[in-house]
């Protein structure tokens, strides 16, 4: 029988700043054959997102560092072609880890309900990023009815769904921050934000004080840098920070706040969040998200790129914020 | 009758930078008679401590900031010599937050017991200070037997007892830092800390790795900058730290840690605590803390400065580290 041969991308160099197409390999390599318990899945979509870019670096973390040579790791959406798994049968599309490579093997595949949500949804405002979204909102942050709730990066992936969240939680005032006119149109019009602050359009601390004269009670802080640096200035005593993701810093080392001592002032709470500690949330967050994504109430968009050769391309650009909603490759 | 007059330090200038003496006052002015409730204490003991510099500017917080003009506050001990308080006497000995003064008028002064400790440990190992180390390491690092704790500025009031209290709690290894060579071998010697770095002496960072090579649990930060740097690299996934002080940022804003992303890879927690939000503890700590005080198993520290008019250069002095133990004014 003719060995299965499937493309993949590999780690070739560790990343110095911003990721670079030599950074990556496209490589055609013979795809195993599952073994008992597992599946083969030939994926049709991958997630890329900005956490990935800490993985390139050989930094120990809550996911261990990319290993040089070998194959990328991150969400995915597949059809199963082969099974030794008693539980999903040919044709069953699951989701699972194994992402970066046309054909998985996979010994914890997870079927989705493909028709609640279109497939790709699950890698976002229905995966590991609607569900980071509602962990911050939730477990983190403790948004009740009358906060004031900041959220920077809030055209991305996470941004956009906490955005919404905290309205629903019945927070009195949602405020965002995007670069550019395009996106902070957006984040009023599409995704309901009560004021929205184009960061690259000037002074976001004082954007931010103006939007918040009386502070603010909770922050998604998906940037770092100098937004959470307003952000420490402007939360009240109490306050609550969720530290889910830092894109100003990803590629280079940026000098943190300046003004931590804040948070001893006004005993302040910053709280970094994976969302691999949060699964066992993840059913209660379906059973909320999914009937409002199916009926128009809850906002979602993606940025798509074509073909398992652009994903280096589609993790640069999120890290320069080129996406819109969640960054896809479709496969 | 004749009206009672009696010195006090007046905020005469907001500081730029390190404080300087022209940026206080000692005034003599007319003591006020005690009201309905209140009492009159002549204080012989005044607290000096590093926070107070933040509320010498002119910036909101869990404490109001000291209005120019106005006499500066902080916790003090003094001798009751005239009541309206009909459970309070003449003679009685009581702990008050109006220093920075002769005289004080006060309606909330606390009686306290010097048969278990001499009146000026109310200030620091049983008092303000040492109930901060206790609610970090309970209610906010939730210490526990085997873990790595690191404590920086470990000679000073906060951070010689937090260190203690660490090995009462069945710390594994509890690392100080401190400045210098006859800090770090009191760290030793005398405060029982199982090994301490002279971050004057080079390598915070490589010598913190040296010390906790599979990562520390728990940091009680009293400096912020590069010392919350070093933490942040070192801390376990799940980790803790307890955000106290930022010696290094009280008198000039410096840049935060450039790794805060460690906070989120690897779910970091870092709270500030005040420890006016823990003054319901305070018998539990006292409870605790002066039984092992009276046996000498608890090792407290002092130095003391004499007269009210030397306080500015307390205040000085312990922005610089000047001190070991608590920092007092003796009246």
New interface residues.
């Given amino acids: 029988m003719k060995q299965l041969l499937g493309a993949e991308i590999r780690l070739a160099a560790r990343p110095v700043g911003e990721p670079a197409p030599a950074d990556f390999e496209l490589v055609t390599a013979e795809v195993p054959e599952p073994g008992p318990g597992e599946v083969l899945v030939r994926n049709t979509w991958m997630s890329v997102d900005p956490?990935m870019r800490?993985r390139m670096d050989d930094?120990p973390?809550?996911?261990p560092p990319f290993a040089l040579g070998s194959v990328l790791e991150g969400g995915a959406i597949g059809e199963v072609v082969g099974s030794n798994d008693p539980d999903l049968k040919i044709g069953d599309t699951v989701t699972h880890f194994a992402g970066w490579r046309e054909y998985s093997v996979v010994g914890d595949a997870t079927r989705i309900d493909t028709t609640i949500a279109p497939p790709q949804a699950y890698l976002g405002v229905l995966g590991a990023t609607g569900l980071t979204a509602y962990a911050a909102l939730t477990d983190v942050l403790k948004v009740k009815p009358g906060d004031v709730v900041f959220v920077s990066a809030a055209a991305g992936a996470v941004g956009s769904v906490a955005g919404q969240l905290a309205r629903r939680f019945g927070a009195a005032k949602v405020i965002g921050s995007a670069g550019g006119p395009l996106k902070t149109k957006k984040l009023i019009e599409d995704f309901g934000f009560d004021a929205a602050i184009d960061y690259k359009a000037g002074d976001l601390a004082a954007r931010l004080a103006a939007e918040a004269p009386d502070g603010i009670d909770a922050y998604v802080d998906n940037v770092?840098g100098d937004h959470?640096?307003a952000a420490l200035d402007r939360l009240k005593?109490g306050g609550r920070a969720a530290?889910?993701?830092?894109i100003s810093?990803?590629n280079q080392?940026?000098?943190?706040?300046?003004?931590?001592?804040?948070?001893?002032?006004?005993?302040?709470?910053?709280?970094?969040?994976?969302v691999t500690?949060y699964l066992h949330l993840f059913g209660e967050y379906i059973g909320l998200a999914a009937p409002v994504l199916a009926d128009g109430t809850l906002h979602a968009e993606e940025t798509v790129v074509a073909g398992l050769a652009q994903a280096p391309e589609a993790l640069i650009g999120v890290l320069r914020g080129a996406n819109t909603g969640k960054m896809l490759v479709k496969m």
């Fill in positions: 956490y800490g930094v973390g809550a996911l770092g959470l640096e005593v530290l889910v993701g830092s810093g990803y080392r940026v000098p943190g706040p300046s003004n931590l001592m804040q948070v001893t002032y006004k005993s302040l709470t910053l709280q970094g969040l994976q500690s």
